[in-house]
């Protein structure tokens, strides 16, 4: 099973700031299947990102993933207000399961 | 648009059962695999069951195998999760999702519903 694991636990940014999610898997993903959600409070979670840098329907060019291997990142180029939530890395390489990271909790500082 | 809506949640004692529910709309049911996730209160996420487009073939996770079945009536556009044998850890909510599926249940959530809460608790 690929476990992986995400940082930090949580990040105060300001509005405007750039933010930078890390999500490291335990062995690597093969063919970039990794995928990027974002929760907010009370609400399901909502696709982001897809092959670890293609943009899901609908959301904003600011949102940006890269990365390969063992590692991926989440950017986030200048962060808005409805920005501030949880994200959580999927990788759909080894399956099953397709395991989730534990998730970044993006706050306002 | 994409709509799914979970519904059957509820309070159940501990080792009850219940039977969720999940009406798709918006695209074509019967030619999407989908999937069960469920959240934990306060806790991240957990892919339990899949399953593909014609029904025939289901997966679990190992925490659930044995005690939960998925499946579909694509006549009725509506996805299925049978809970059996619950403990205190199947407290969460629990999200329909629909999956852009890579064969080999190597997949991700591309629409979720809102989810549905069991509790499971005497």
């Known amino acids: 099973e690929i476990v992986l694991t995400q940082s930090p636990g949580t990040l105060s940014l300001s509005p405007g700031e750039r933010a930078t999610l890390s999500c490291r898997a335990s062995q690597s993903v093969r063919s970039k299947s990794l995928a990027w959600y974002q929760q907010k409070p009370g609400q399901a979670p909502r696709l982001l990102i897809y092959?670890?840098?293609s943009r899901a329907t609908g959301i904003p060019d600011r949102f940006s993933g890269s990365g390969s291997g063992t590692d991926f990142t989440l950017t986030i180029s200048r962060l808005e207000p409805e920005d501030f939530a949880v994200y959580y890395c999927q990788q759909y390489d080894s399956s099953p399961p397709n395991t989730f990271g534990q998730g970044t909790r993006l706050e306002i500082k | 648009e994409v709509q799914l809506l979970e519904s059957g949640g509820g309070l159940v004692q501990p080792g009850g059962s219940l039977r969720l529910s999940c009406a798709a709309s918006?695209?074509?049911?019967?030619?999407?695999?989908m999937a069960w996730v469920r959240q934990a209160p306060g806790k991240g996420l957990q892919w339990v069951s899949g399953v593909n487009p014609d029904g025939i073939h289901t997966n679990y996770a190992d925490s659930v195998r044995g005690r939960f079945t998925i499946s579909r009536d694509n006549s009725r556009n509506t996805l299925y999760l049978q809970i059996n044998s619950l403990g205190a850890e199947d407290t969460a909510i629990y999200y329909c999702?629909?999956?852009?599926?890579?064969?080999?249940?190597?997949?991700?959530?591309?629409?979720w519903g809102q989810g549905t809460l069991v509790t499971v608790s005497s």
């Open positions: 918006g695209f074509t049911f019967s030619s999407n695999a």
């Open positions: 999702a629909k999956v852009r599926d890579y064969g080999d249940w190597r997949f991700y959530f591309d629409n």
């Open positions: 092959d670890a840098s």
